[in-house]
């Protein structure tokens, strides 16, 4: 038996230490600016109203982002592994709570994240093709009995559904041909899409002074409006300054296929959140300059807005087409980086089977791979972009906190255990990231009780699936599953 055992350990395949350090960086840079800074920044000034409450939401969005960098850090650092949350959260707390993230992760978490990027992409690409958000056909879908619960809605499906279909298949084909294709492909793809975004901010900042319509007004909240409405304004902006943000944990997720990763992640982590927190304000800032509050708060392309105002049409679709490229670059760092988790659980033996295994050729976790393309292609189908990334922030937020917390459990558990980097500002910079985790989860609870519940839900799903495959694994033992 410890013969056989031992052939088989000798026959697995371990991922490749394949990212250096600007491909790790581009990880980190390429995820968090997406669909997010082009969609986001009009919903933000929807929700906070003034100026003076959206760029609050952008700065403390950013603070909250880098401390839980500086924490994130320090785990990727002292566990080097794929995974991510799920192997701190394993380490931290046991197996069963390493599973729970992994479970949503893998079955909800980074699908959904993965359709929301890509219909994004096609709401960029429709701009240029309206042909492809022209209906097909409309259903509506109301629960009798619970549309005081959840509000009846009217599911539109156009060409840009398949097309989103068609665009995850290609990324995932991109990264299952190796991960230093993949990290070569980023390094591309947010070359361009920081470039475009430099180019919106320049157009603003040099722009005639007859063009600069904008202004800082309204700068402050209403005065009829009192200290409760404007704390609600803030925390709705935030929620949505922070999907804008998110992405930063996501190098965490190939730990093991970090080079240098004592050195690399800090680096990558906290300064890429660095650098994408200026480019925000100064972005935010370049649409306030150029368009009026309520313009930018009813805009639904903001950067095309901003360059067709100042320049005309034709350069507004030249950067109407830099933001579908700059989606396609988080959609390829999300599917590099997503696919590790299923990966690393069926390595464990407590996922699908089919999910394990690294490709004997290209190193990389194939067959993990094909199952993320899979269930974001279903949920990407469905063409509710809101709905998926209210329900991917919420969870997201969840296990960003606990991994944190598991992270001052371990300096209590394992204070022996090798800290090439220690969060910097501890204890005080990973508790105010977990307070400030907790209070933003607590008021999306609040703000869409419906949605969460079916998060939940969903994440408590996966309790039988782990029971099952927890006593097949105590009575067959590792070898099979190898």
């Known amino acids: 038996m410890h013969e056989r055992e031992g052939k088989l350990s000798e026959k697995r395949l371990d991922l490749v230490r394949g990212l250096g350090a600007w491909a790790s960086a581009a990880i980190v840079v390429g ?3 997406g669909t997010g800074i082009f969609l986001k920044p009009a919903e933000m000034a929807r929700e906070g109203r003034s100026v003076s409450v959206v760029f609050a939401a952008w700065i403390v969005g950013a603070i909250l982002s880098i401390f839980g960098a500086f924490s994130f850090a320090e785990l990727g650092s002292m566990i080097p592994e794929a995974g991510g949350e799920y192997a701190y959260l394993r380490r931290g707390f046991g197996p069963v709570y390493g599973f729970i993230f992994g479970w949503m992760h893998s079955i909800v978490g980074r699908p959904s994240s993965l359709a929301s990027i890509s219909a994004g992409m096609m709401r960029f690409l429709s701009f240029l093709l309206p042909v492809i958000a ?24 156009t060409w840009a559904q398949p097309l989103a279909v068609v665009w995850l298949l290609i990324m995932t084909g991109i990264n299952y041909l190796g991960v230093r294709l993949g990290g070569a492909v980023q390094v591309f793809l947010t070359t361009i899409k920081i470039t475009s975004v430099v180019i919106v901010i320049g157009v603003a900042f040099f722009a005639p002074a007859s063009a600069q319509t904008g202004g800082p007004q309204p700068f402050w909240p209403a005065a009829g409006m009192g200290a409760g409405a404007i704390f609600s304004a803030f925390l709705a902006a935030l929620a949505a300054a922070l999907w804008a943000y998110d992405g930063w944990e996501d190098l965490n997720l190939v730990g093991s296929e970090v080079e240098n990763p004592q050195k690399n992640f800090p680096r990558a982590l906290v300064g890429g959140v660095g650098f994408v927190a200026v480019i925000y304000l100064l972005f935010t800032w370049a649409c306030l300059n150029v368009l009026p509050f309520e313009t930018v708060a009813a805009s639904q392309h903001i ?35 997503g696919a590790r988790v299923g990966y690393a659980m069926a390595r464990d033996g407590i996922f699908f089977k089919i999910v394990g ?25 469905t063409g509710t972009f809101e709905e998926l ?18 992270l001052f459990r371990m300096r209590k558990t394992e204070p022996d255990l090798p800290r090439p980097y220690r969060c910097w500002g501890y204890p005080w910079v990973p508790g105010i990231f977990v307070a400030g985790a907790l209070a933003l989860t607590i008021n999306i609870w609040i703000d869409r009780p419906g949605r969460s519940s079916i998060g939940l839900l969903l994440i408590l799903a996966g309790l039988p699936f782990y029971r099952r495959w927890s006593r097949w694994h105590s009575v067959h033992g590792d070898v099979e599953r190898v």
């Open 31 to 33: 995820t968090m600016i």
């Open 134 to 157: 022209v209906p097909l056909c409309t259903v509506h879908i109301s629960i009798p009995g619970l549309t005081g619960w959840i509000k009846p809605y009217d599911f539109v499906f």
């Open 357 to 381: 295994g690294i490709h004997p050729k290209f190193r990389t976790p194939s067959r993990s791979l094909i199952f993320q393309g899979v269930l974001a292609s279903l949920m990407a189908l």
């Open 389 to 406: 990334t209210n329900l991917f922030i919420f969870a997201a937020w969840i296990f960003y906190a606990s991994a944190v917390v598991a």
């Open 303 to 337: 950067a095309s807005d901003v360059v067709a105002h100042i320049k005309g049409a034709t350069a507004a679709s030249w950067i109407t087409f830099a933001m579908v490229i700059s989606a396609l670059g988080s959609m390829n760092s999300s599917v590099l980086s």
